[in-house]
């Protein structure tokens, strides 16, 4: 063999050893790519489920302190009002006083719609109520409940026919209106307040809308003033598998729109 014919097959084997290196190197890495992805996935997995666990043990023990209190209001607040009540009956039947009588059945009727009052918030707090009236009437009686201690202007509309919703998705769902009503009465200073629900076939659509002083989207986005009444809203949002729409700018009001899949 020539010179020229050595270094012809030296050459041959370089680049077969070279390009058997370089595709050693690429499978390599690219089974690496593919571990790391893989990882990163279960890594997101683990923090996505964690996430929801903590979120979940949060609920259960808010849930129980708002049974707690719910019960504390029922068993002691209410039936401190209504010994007063008896109290003052007792009061104006041993006096013979006009203008005194009349001054006591002023105060028991304030009396009376403090006992009432007592009643309506310890049945919004109770997450066996709720679930037996099922969301869209816990809804209207929330609604009714407001507009008896404010001057708001609150209208609840319903598209559809209500349907059953697993007991969870009635009490987060119901709790997460309770909370936008709220900040619609305390942050947004609204006067005018509208709640529709539409129960299609495979989703439920809550639509709330407010005529208060709005907020800016930008730099931190709130239903509240603060960051931390819009994430609960989106933690919550988050465990139906539904999604959460905010519309608000200054002076111009608040939208907020709920989509919850069903099972239909």
Known sequence: MTFSDHFLITCLVVCLLLTTLAGFVIVNTIRYQQRYRRHQREQQAL???????????????????LEHI?????DHVGQLLSVV???????????????????????NALL?????????????LNPGVIESFGLYESAVFEANRIRKVSQLEL??????????????????????????????????QASQISL???YE???????????GCGFSAQPAPSVAGSGLGLKNLHRRVELLKGAL???????????????VPTLG
Do not use: C, W
């Not at 008896?86 to 006591?104: C, H, I, P, Y």
């Not at 076939?201 to 005529?211: E, G, K, P, Q």
């Open 112 to 124: 009376q719609e403090a006992v009432q009052a007592v009643r309506d918030v310890t049945k919004t």
């Open 70 to 74: 719910s019960q504390d209001l029922h």
């Open 196 to 198: 529709h629900f539409s």
């Open 47 to 65: 923090k996505a489920a964690f996430a929801q666990e903590l979120l979940e043990s949060q609920l259960e023990i808010q849930t129980a302190i």
């Open 155 to 188: 209208k609840v509309s319903l598209e559809g026919s209500p349907y059953a919703l697993p007991e969870r998705q009635d009490l987060l769902l119901f709790r997460m209106i309770q909370e936008i009503l709220n900040n619609a009465l305390k942050h947004a």
């Open 201 to 211: 076939s495979h989703a439920l659509r809550i639509h709330i809308t407010d005529n």
């Open 245 to 259: 729409h905010i519309d608000s700018q200054p002076q111009r009001g608040t939208s907020v729109t709920i989509a």
């Open 85 to 107: 009540r008896l109290g003052l009956f007792s009061l104006r039947n041993k006096t013979t006083d006009t203008a005194l009588k009349q001054e006591v059945n002023e105060v």
